[in-house]
């Protein structure tokens, strides 16, 4: 009898002592430094370096070793899309201007109206119905470039527009029949520069001159073929780069700033400045910060090109400079991390591979039950919305031994 009752103790005891022992944490909290992809143009670095007087040309040689800053001609007109499989979208006209009125043409047909009231345009079949205006295989909208802007709503923010013209194409979406494709085509080297909104128009001028320098290579660059997906060269938020429109040239006092420092990066009428290897325009990359050195392009996408090496960033740790992201810290719930690894549970993950410059490769989660899976690091920041590629860093993480930067190349020179 005095058996039994100690083994009744001792299994009364043992279950809460192994639920002990496999208890997983509510939460994690993940550390880290940086925000992007890190490859490429550091855009606190460039901020940073402008400060301590370095020049546009400068700051891109330092970031694109192998690279040459020289004019390139930039006449061309760019298609950028500004809302991407829409059923349905109304444009409208600003209110807050004179005169306003556009020229609304339906495919090949001609005018059909000239109006300034808002027009509803709709998916229908394979064509696009235009309020009660008509349907067309397409439609294309134009107004006074000197007196009119555009608004054109879309799924993440609205865009005011200004320049060039817009068009509205059926396109056939995988899953979804037909959609509407909305682009903007306008020339690049001014209106479409103008509207770029990756910087501040407050930071100093050689910063927004290499951004701008950046950019235009950026166009340059994928301009080859139109994207069949999206009837479009570049889109205008982050998959390319930020084309905010009207909305970024047209900011009291700041914008005029912005517009100065793209004038200041053209050569002549026909040419203006860009990043160029072997005579050609770059794969140009750039991102707001870095955990202290920027990622190659191997790294990040696998493909290795001579210009987009690691290059120390020392700017992007200084908390004046980059004061949100230079040590940030996510707290990440039990629910979300095991949705991400696809486990029941998780009782910790570790950064199982890093590059030369401490940024995470791959991480690998293990449960309560010792399963183990593993994401790349590009996985688990988009399904966990970390901001960078570096955390959960190493007491020494290894950076670059830092070069001096380059002098500008007597070829190619910034405006005052």
């Known amino acids: 009898m005095k058996r039994l009752f100690t083994l009744a103790i001792l299994v009364l005891f043992a279950t809460p002592l192994a639920a002990q022992a496999t208890a997983v944490p509510?939460?994690?909290?993940?550390?880290?430094?940086?925000?992007?992809?890190?490859?490429?143009?550091?855009?606190?670095?460039?901020?940073?370096?402008?400060?301590?007087?370095?020049?546009?040309?400068?700051?891109?040689?330092?970031?694109?070793?192998?690279?040459?800053?020289?004019?390139?001609?930039?006449?061309?007109?760019?298609?950028?899309?500004?809302?991407?499989?829409?059923?349905?979208?109304?444009?409208?006209?600003?209110?807050?201007?004179?005169?306003?009125?556009?020229?609304?043409?339906?495919?090949?047909?001609?005018?059909?109206?000239?109006?300034?009231?808002?027009?509803?345009?709709?998916?229908?079949?394979?064509?696009?119905?235009?309020?009660?205006?008509?349907?067309?295989?397409?439609?294309?909208?134009?107004?006074?470039?000197?007196?009119?802007?555009?608004?054109?709503?879309?799924?993440?923010?609205t865009s005011t527009l200004a320049h060039g013209y817009l068009q509205l194409k059926p396109i056939l979406a995988p899953g979804l029949g037909y959609r509407i494709e909305v682009t903007n085509t306008l020339n690049l080297r001014d209106h479409y520069l103008w509207g770029i909104s990756e910087v501040s128009s407050s930071w100093p001028a050689a910063a927004m001159q290499a951004q701008a320098i950046a950019s235009r290579t950026y166009a340059l660059s994928r301009m080859r073929n139109i994207r069949k997906e999206c009837d479009c060269n570049l889109?205008?938020?982050?998959?390319?780069?930020?084309?905010a429109g009207y909305s970024k040239e047209g900011e009291p006092r700041f914008g005029q700033l912005w517009k100065a420092a793209v004038s200041a990066t053209n050569v002549d009428t026909t040419t203006a400045l860009a990043i160029t290897y072997q005579g050609k325009p770059i794969n140009v990359f750039f991102s707001s910060s870095t955990g202290g050195a920027t990622a190659t392009s191997k790294d990040v996408w696998g493909t290795d090109y001579p210009y987009l090496v690691s290059v120390p960033d020392p700017w992007s740790l200084d908390g004046k400079l980059n004061p949100k992201y230079n040590a940030w810290s996510i707290t990440v719930s039990q629910e979300k991390i095991a949705k991400a690894f696809g486990l029941p549970d998780v009782l910790r993950y570790a950064v199982t591979s890093r590059t030369k410059t401490s940024a995470a490769l791959t991480v690998t989660a293990t449960s309560s039950a010792g399963v183990k899976a593993r994401l790349t690091v590009s996985e688990f920041k988009t399904r966990l919305k970390i901001p960078s590629s570096w955390f959960a860093l190493p007491a020494t993480a290894v950076v670059p031994t830092p070069s001096p930067i380059p002098a500008p190349t007597e070829s190619a020179t910034v405006k005052p």
Not at 51 to 56: Q, T, V
Not at 95 to 117: F, I
């Open 235 to 243: 889109y205008n938020h982050k998959y390319d780069q930020v084309y």
């Open 26 to 157: 509510a939460t994690f909290t993940v550390k880290g430094a940086g925000f992007g992809h890190g490859v490429g143009l550091s855009q606190i670095g460039a901020k940073g370096q402008a400060l301590e007087g370095k020049s546009a040309i400068q700051i891109l040689n330092y970031y694109f070793p192998t690279s040459q800053v020289i004019p390139v001609v930039d006449t061309q007109t760019i298609r950028v899309n500004i809302a991407h499989q829409v059923a349905a979208i109304k444009i409208s006209l600003t209110k807050n201007k004179s005169n306003n009125q556009w020229t609304l043409s339906a495919g090949e047909t001609g005018t059909v109206a000239t109006d300034s009231k808002p027009i509803y345009f709709s998916i229908l079949g394979k064509q696009i119905a235009a309020g009660n205006l008509g349907i067309a295989d397409y439609w294309t909208l134009r107004w006074n470039e000197s007196t009119t802007t555009v608004v054109v709503p879309s799924e993440s923010s």
